[in-house]
């Protein structure tokens, strides 16, 4: 078994908007002959221009192709936030690893796309790598999210009904995952609380709640709001001791804020699976 490594051109996102943009200078990258395995996907993104106070950087990225089964791959990127006025630094998340295990077959083309899903006042570069093996590493992993996202409450202690993710044809849930990003960034307001995840398609009885990646706001007027280099909360499971699923699932997700906010939460849950 061999390992390579592969690039997109890094692509930039549209400002002050939402829009759905494919990398690779909008084209697709082509999986080399001899490959048989697409491991896993590494995205990545950066400001291109001048921050502006109170916004959050939420990027989703969706994997597609006309020659390999693919999706559902859509999946989140780490947020980040600027904080709130004169803020002093924005700090960057670390590169996180999204395991596809997509067989590969005849040097398939495979598209990238990255959507923000808030507004920006600057470009947005994001690129992302991909690894490949020769041979498989293990059963294919889908993922999904919801079409939205979702606003946490305000008041402490609000449970937040999120949107739903739907699962077709899923046989074990191998991760549940949520971003939690600030909209604005109040002196000494802090993001924290657990994310729920419940289904009548889920074929055990137990419960699936765990906490966000918390973010604190700093005092006084310069606030920047801080949060751990991963961004997000992630709960994987090893194969064979995921939440095994009816044929057709629909997943409910909540989030309970355990501190006041000014503004609700961006929030996003996602989901892998295998089938």
């Given at each position: 078994?061999?390992?390579s ?22 084209s697709?990258i082509?999986v080399?002959?001899?490959?048989n ?13 001048a921050f502006?106070p109170?916004?959050?950087?939420v990027?989703?990225?969706r ?11 859509r ?12 803020f ?8 996180q ?9 005849n ?5 990238i796309?990255?959507?923000p ?7 947005t570069?994001?690129?992302c790598?991909l ?7 293990g ?5 999904n ?5 979702s606003t ?18 899923g046989?074990?849930i191998t991760?549940l995952?949520?971003l939690?990003?600030?909209t604005?960034?109040a ?14 398609d889920?074929?055990?009885p137990?419960?699936?709640?765990f ?5 604190f ?17 992630r ?11 009816a044929p ?14 000014g503004a609700?939460?961006s ?9």
């Amino acid at each position: 078994m061999t390992y390579s490594l592969a690039t997109v051109t890094p692509t930039s996102t549209l400002a002050a908007s939402t829009a759905e943009v494919r990398l690779n200078s909008d084209s697709p990258i082509q999986v080399p002959d001899g490959i048989n395995n697409i491991v896993s996907a590494i995205p990545y993104y950066c400001p291109t221009g001048a921050f502006s106070p109170d916004e959050s950087y939420v990027t989703r990225v969706r994997l597609q192709s006309n020659d390999i089964s693919i999706e559902p791959a859509r999946f989140m990127m780490s947020g980040v936030n600027t904080g709130d006025a004169a803020f002093a630094s924005v700090q960057a998340p670390i590169l996180q690893e999204y395991n596809l295990n997509i067989p590969n077959a005849n040097g398939a083309n495979v598209n990238i796309y990255a959507q923000p899903m808030v507004n920006n006042t600057v470009l947005t570069l994001v690129g992302c790598e991909l690894v490949y093996s020769t041979s498989s590493t293990g059963s294919q992993q889908y993922w999904n999210t919801p079409d939205a996202l979702s606003t946490g409450g305000t008041t402490i202690n609000t449970r937040q009904t999120l949107n739903t993710i739907t699962i077709t044809d899923g046989r074990e849930i191998t991760s549940l995952n949520a971003l939690v990003a600030p909209t604005t960034a109040a002196a000494s307001t802090h993001s924290v609380g657990e994310i729920e995840f419940q289904s009548s398609d889920f074929q055990v009885p137990f419960p699936y709640s765990f906490p966000i990646q918390p973010s604190f706001a700093g005092l006084g007027a310069a606030a920047a709001q801080s949060t751990n280099p991963i961004g997000l909360s992630r709960q994987k499971f090893p194969a064979g001791h995921g939440i095994p699923l009816a044929p057709r699932a629909l997943v409910n997700s909540f989030y309970t804020n355990r501190d006041a906010v000014g503004a609700g939460d961006s929030v996003m849950p996602f989901i892998s699976f295998t089938r």
